[in-house]
């Protein structure tokens, strides 16, 4: 266990720029204060799940938060990283620039790689100015009518800036020019939410906070193509990214929630559960697995860092 | 350095053919001269090869073969799209295989409720664009060389255009891609769901310089066209303020849809070229765009229009209309034919600078103009500090190349030293292949190495292009510490 708490701060942040380095250890609530300060913004609304969360912790886990089907990804936000690879060597990859294609683009490739294959010491994000105005309306619906209407927006240039669906409930988040998002509401209809109701609400999907997350059942998330049709298991569902995520807390088999996300055309992850034996990750196709064994050699030949953490065979 | 030039060997050239002749149509081979000549370049024409054998393959089975073929003849193969590049990527050998994906023409699919399109490596980007426009939809990423550079290309350099500083570049438009690893080997990576198990191989994959896989299939997203767009043209009398306008309209919360900035000799040609409009008296001239709801833009171009002017723009003009939005922006899309027509040759650079360099960088440009008695007007995507000097020169003239090349050099290590980088978007290739010594230390070179045998063992895909090797970067260091001259300048550096 290698505490990385120890090596924080904020290297460099010039706002017109819209570049921020901070080195890994920096929390990321004190990254985000600051880029409040100057209006700006993670755009990929990262969850913390926890006040420790840190910002190297936050690109090696690769997760995004309501924001990611509109604006994108944490590794859409990378731009450079300085890591310690499983020999020891200190390494730089990207930069602090918005356009670089000079050499592999190792730096996006490691957001997402659970400290498998380097340790991030330094990593420079793209920030975006906070939107001048949001709103958020709820919307009665069934889960067909809703994954329909979030489809349909999809298609038309609508500020849309995350969608949550749960137990007959759609909400939606507008975000964007003044104008815009007026517009936008008055097209998609629907009750506004309190402004202060509306940031707990988003938070608590983020944080998996909210209610629908309670409770003894393995969490699972099926990432699948927003048009997917509805999935059946047994269970709670709640539903984001447009329709692209689809949570559940279900007891059902490991081996029947993945062939319900390989059927709609994606993965299963099983994100919370007492029992992760099974392995959390969908596995992998025997060409793509040579590849990850192949890849992990390149950066951690002995094989020491978090070994296990994401397949167990490396 | 370390390599020799390959020559093309007669003997070998007809087992090779044989070999693929045994599968591949005729017409899907090329080996006599007129006919492998036009494949030369590509949109560096400063390098040039003849391949040893044009292929072009039709089904992705015929790939597949020719990779399986030229590996077990231990044959290099270098992948080619349209040959827009402008680092020597698609540069034949003449002991290799160049393999032609133009044939790959399809639109597999387009699914517009599901805003993706399923498309064969050899579509053209604005093709992307078209099919998908009677939708309302469109692919974003809009390299100049749209009209020409296929999505295989865009993939292989991870291509950027003027409105990628709100859209993204190729990375952030691809969803999935198939292809073949040089054995062979058949690779999906990505997916039509927003994430994929396992690391990030999509990320590896795009901007690899077609050095890691031949790409057959790519699925992009598409997005839904913006109701309107109007573009701000304003006009600087100093190079400095109008860096200093664009950091002011970022620092104002404004992501703009594109974000361009010309210097006079540029504005000019441009001018002289397509007759956009253009403050030919202007120090630089910005064009600034908004897109969204009419409202949206209305709102945004008011803000626009405010800072500029605070920011010392001495004339503002706003685009009235869509067919003066598209003649504003035509000069700036035809910035390289139109200073191609004002000298015999440009060369094009394409360093990423922090946009508060950008006086630093120009004054610097400045001075190398006078060094070497060259011409470099520049073209800048300011927004994300993508800087384009076309230096300006006749290939006729050796001595004249050699001064070009070193003035080139000079800029990228300029780009680096200010904490940029040698290539915002079109690729180490041939061309910043010493500058990738500068940019990169021996152990990131030996990383990306690694990376490379991890997909190519043998080392047979695309080889000598994107990432030098130690030996070269150890001569390259002791030529520069001479003074950047170069031996041979006439060979082209493999
Ligand atoms: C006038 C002009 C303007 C330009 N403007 C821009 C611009 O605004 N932004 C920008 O980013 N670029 C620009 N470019 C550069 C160029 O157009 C892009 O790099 C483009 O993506 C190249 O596409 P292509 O099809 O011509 O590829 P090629 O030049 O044929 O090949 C480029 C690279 O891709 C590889 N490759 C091609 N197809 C495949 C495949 N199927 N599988 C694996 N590898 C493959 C090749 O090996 C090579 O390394 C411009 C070029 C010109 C001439």
Redesign the pocket.
Known sequence: MLDTRGHAGVVAYEPSELVVTARCGTPLAELERLLVEHGQMLAFEPPHFGPGATVGGCVAAGLSGPRRASTGAVRDFVLGVRVLDGRGRELSFGGRVMKNVAGYDVARFLAGSMGTLALLLEVSLKVLPRPPAERSLRLEMDETSALEAMNRWGCEPLPISATAWAAGVLTVRLSGAQAAVRAAAAKIGGEPLAEDEARRFWEAVREQTDPFFSGDAPLWRLSVPSVASPIALAGRQLIEWGGALRWWKTAAPAAEVRAAAAKAGGHATLFRAAEKSGGAFAPLSPELEKLHRALKKVFDPAGILGPGRMYPEF | MGEAVPRLDAARQREVVRALRAFLPERALLWREEDTRPYEC??LTAYRALPMVVALPETEAQVERILRTCSAMQVPV?????????SG??LPRPDAVLLS?AK?MRIRRLDPKARIAVVE?GVRNLAISEAAASWGLYYAPD???QI???I??????N????HCLKYGLTVHNVLALR?FTMAGEPIALGSEALDSPGYDLLALAIGS??LL????EVTVKLLPKPQAARVVMASFDDVEKAGEAVAAVIAAGIVPAGLEMMDRPATRAAEDFVHAGYDTEAAAILLCEADGTPEEVEEEIARIEAVLKGAGATRLTVSRDEAERLRFWSGRKAA??AVGRISPDYYCMDGTIPRKKLGEVLRFIGELEKKYGLRCPNVFHAGDGNLHPLILYDANDPEELRRTEQFAAEVLEKCVEVGGTITG???V?VEKIDQMCVQFGAEELETFHAIKRAFDPQGLL?PG?AVPTLARCAEYGRMHVRGGALPHPELPRF
């Open positions: 590509d949109g270098v992948p080619r799209g349209a040959g827009t590049g402008l990527g698609a994906m790959f490596p390299p100049s060389s020409a550079c296929t295989g290309g865009n993939v292989a350099e291509s950027g255009g003027v292809g310089e077609g896989v031949v790409v057959t390289f034919p978007e079109h690729g290739g695309n292009k």
